[in-house]
């Protein structure tokens, strides 16, 4: 049963052990290393050991010996001593010294090997690895053995100064090996070669020396910029070195000239009001939580400058051309200047119409696409404070002119007319009555007229509507109605805008005469005679013909109405209701007489 919780108290304190060094190097490495680090340091103090071995007891049967475990060791000492390469590895040597309160039994172990500790502001965390040499007495001293062994731990240190520190704990894993042949006969191997596996724990004072001192902190200024108007802002940084870069600093800014705003490492100096002269601005380091080697301090100068007077710049605005058919191109030049002679620069280039196109003091105006009118060109200059001015110049665009009026089209526009059947168009179809002729003498004329706006574009159409005399006065206004917005209606559906059609209706008050349309025909220059003998020999269908009749006549800017009453016919439409002109008639159809059917 001894050798069983022994085992198990063994094992226990194993697992215990292993938890607490990685508990230490867990919680080392999450809190930063210091920068004190001493040369040598000291360990002194209390030291409790479980020995955790069982060894053959005083009976000196070697062929029957009966097992002694080793008791707990409360009264104790140990101390240890490192060298340190570097603030986390150094060499250890360790001595310890225990024994139970009858001095019963004691153990002695001396041992060194390698240390790895690290060091925060508020505590110092280390482990350690030690081979040992291990000395284990008992039964009052009659029995006494040296082995070898091991030492493997760790623990926390808190210190209070450079100097001093506390060990707050040390848990170590004690190991050793130990031969009672002389005790124990082959077959008790366990008693024969024990193995101890125990613990160790310490507590006391830690006195550490040399070292050198971390540097001296310092700090740097920059400003910029060093020379300034009254007015303008100054930027201050300073730059801490030597600090431990885990300690939050405290940085006080002080000037004396403007006002100094400052916060953490940047300072803005603020010369509105500032008397001109030279200044300095201070910036303070502080590490509060160093109670010596703590602070630096750095200065910067700064000069103010008196203000320059402050005249606004002048600018100019020049257009080459400044008259100019819309579509094309002006030339912008800006002449701008400083009266006070500080840099200046053009931009903000503006236009009422168009595009501008360019920067600095050249820019081009594109008018493509711009109605007649008077455009504004504005730029604005700018000098390195701030000042501006503005300057604007005008152009002038003029629609292209029209093209040259072709008078052939125009005389075949003075007046064209054209006729209806009789009755029509009826109120049930007003889009009947036009013949096919007619309706080609419209289209010629739809397309003659939108021709002639392009050199006339105020020029417009008049339609005059009339009837024969047959019918009564309002059934006759209103045909000469409907024959007037046929007409009109066949323009519009053409491309003839509807804006520039003036219509009037007369019903048969303007009828023409017998004695009138014979001399249109007498006087027309335009028929052959064997047309106008045919006319003549038809004057009263001409007559009526000609009453039936819608009138278009040309009106433009700068030009008389033609009269209908002085041209009243147009020998091409008018023959074209008796058979055409001339070379258009048919000759007439022979007929051949049907031979008679003999009778059978």
Known sequence: MVFVRTTHLSRSLKAGLFALL?????????????????????????????????????????????????????????TAVTFNFDPHWGLEGDAGYNRNTNAIASEWTVGGGPRFIWRTDSAAFFIHALATFNRVTYDAGTIAHNGIGGIFGGGMDIPFSKMFSWRVFEADYVVAQHNFAAYADPEFPSLRRPAFEGVRLRTGVVINWGGEEGPAPTAACSIQPAEVMVGEPITVTVTASNFNPKHTVAYAWAGTGGQVTGKDTTAAIDTTNAAPGSYTVTAHVTDARLKKNNEASCTATYVIKPLPPKNPPQISISASPTDLVTGGSVNLTANCTSPDSVQVSVANWTTTGGTIAGSGTSATLSTTGVPAGSLTINATCTDSRGLNAQASTQVTIENPPPPPVDKALEARLALRSVYFATNMPTEKNPTGGLFTGQEKILLALATDFKKYLEAKPDAHLTLEGHADIRGTDAFNQALSERRVARVKSFLVENGVPEADIETKAYGKQRNLSLEEVKAAIDNNPDLTTEERQRALRRIQVIKLASNRRVDVTLNAAGQTENSVRQFPFNSSDALSLIGGREGEMKPPVKRVPKKPIKKQ
């Open 22 to 78: 990685a508990s230490v190097l867990i919680s080392g490495s999450a809190v930063a290393q210091t920068d004190s680090t001493p040369k040598v340091d000291l360990f002194a103090g209390y030291q409790w050991l479980h020995p955790g071995g069982t060894v053959p007891g005083l009976a000196f049967d070697p062929s029957n010996p009966n097992a002694y475990q080793l008791p707990d060791m409360p009264k104790g000492i140990g």
